[in-house]
């Protein structure tokens, strides 16, 4: 039996939708008898921003899939992007970013350091939500006979238990469920296995029938979500440790400073001239397509030494582009969703001459390159003088970048 409801008034409209999905707190979670949680709030503004009206319908989530598959629902949320989904449903742009971890009895772990994550065809027993995205990612990936259980309080009560050896959930959704069962934290082993991100699909046949639903609801996704994720102490410790010492070497490089210098603009654009530019260019790259000015920049030497550099990075890097000292950018490996980067932080490292000092971002969407990035930008230093020349943003795509085996 499904509760159904309504998060908007159709208006009239004729593609009025209804959208299943399933209890998986912080995501979707009742409030007082209110369906809410983060999800919610970000669809409740991306349809409200395209004037659609829709409605939810809460099932189990094995239930909200077939019925997608059997066209009896417009779409589900929210899920893992999969070649078997993708068979039956088209996803849209990512609304949120799980991180899978694997969660053990502490008291088997003698040291941390010498557990090592269970593999397909071991003798640990693997525990997972019953139709959940980390159960199938785990039957797909060759791990048989898991335990399946109902819910996440039942699955954290058997790991506590030691009933379940090993079980792979979202952190932020076990740190609720570990909270509400009032069971310590020390009680735990918690090793990280993989970021997640997730998606609404939307059934084929009601995209055949209202093909421009998905690219309006991308369009606006970015304008709704809400706080960054914030980055983890072992994250910012691996980018400072692994990935901060490459960028400042790219920035030191005599190839890029000679193709900063080349390309360099020798004077501050008028701020009436920089304020067209830059609403040109952001009006176009919304749609897609560089202006004027973004092509000129995309042609010039320093952007092709960024898409080398970016194609050598073994996809970790998604995206790298330069700034000069005015905020104006001056040399891109793709389109970037703006020109002016003035209103920015990383525009404040332009008048910093700090050899060591380097902005590191917490974890976002980034609807350009369709990735969860975390930015790093460093200046880059002119050798002689040691003034600023330009500054320079490398954005990590942390699902490949920050993976263990990375």
């Not at 335990?147 to 058997?158: D, E, N, T």
């Not at 005015?326 to 209103?343: A, P």
Request: aromatic share 8%; hydrophobic share 40%.
């Amino acid at each position: 039996m499904s509760d159904e409801v309504s998060q908007a008034d159709d208006d009239g409209i004729e593609n009025f939708l209804i959208l299943q999905t399933n209890l998986h707190p912080p995501y979707q979670e009742l409030h007082n008898g209110t369906l809410g949680g983060y999800s919610v709030s970000v669809l409740n503004c991306a349809f409200e921003r395209i004037g659609v009206g829709y409605g939810i319908a809460v099932a189990p989530r094995q239930r909200n899939r077939e019925l997608v598959r059997n066209a009896q629902a417009d779409g589900f949320f929210l899920a893992r992007i999969s070649q078997f989904m993708d068979e039956y449903a088209v996803a849209t742009n990512p609304l949120a970013l799980e991180k899978w971890v694997w969660v053990s009895p502490s008291r088997r772990a003698v040291e941390a350091s010498n557990v090592k994550v269970p593999k397909p065809g071991g003798v640990a027993t693997i525990g997972a939500i019953l139709g959940s995205n980390e159960a199938e990612w785990l039957g797909e990936e060759g791990y048989s006979d898991l335990v399946r259980v109902p819910s996440i309080a039942s699955l954290v009560g058997q790991v506590a238990a030691g009933r379940v050896d090993y079980a792979l959930i979202d952190k932020h959704s076990f740190e609720i469920a570990r909270n509400e069962l009032g069971i310590g934290a020390e009680q735990f082993l918690v090793q990280f296995e993989r970021y997640a991100p997730l998606v609404v699909y939307f059934s084929k046949r009601y995209v055949a029938k209202f093909p421009d639903l998905i690219d309006r609801l991308n369009t606006v996704l970015e304008f709704c979500e809400t706080n960054p994720m914030r980055l983890e102490p072992w994250e910012r410790d691996a980018i400072e440790r692994v990935h901060l010492p490459a960028v400042r070497q790219l920035a030191r490089s005599p190839d890029l400073i000679r193709n900063v210098r080349a390309v360099m603009e020798r004077n501050r654009m008028p701020a009436d001239q920089r304020r067209l530019v830059d609403e040109e260019w952001t009006t176009m790259a919304r749609l897609g397509e560089p202006s004027m000015r973004a092509r000129a920049v995309l042609g010039n030497q320093l952007s092709e030494f960024l898409r080398n550099f970016q194609l050598t990075s073994g996809g970790q890097v998604a995206e790298a582009f330069v700034f000069d000292v005015y905020g104006q950018t001056i040399g891109m490996n793709r389109l970037t969703s703006d020109f002016d980067q003035s209103d920015e932080p990383q525009y404040q490292m332009a008048q910093n001459i700090n050899r060591d000092h380097a902005l590191i971002d917490d974890i976002r969407f980034d609807a350009s390159t369709r990735a969860f990035l975390s930015q790093i930008t460093v200046p880059i230093l002119d050798p002689d003088s040691g003034q600023t020349l330009a500054v320079l943003t490398v954005g990590l795509d942390v699902s490949a970048a920050l993976r263990p085996e990375s």
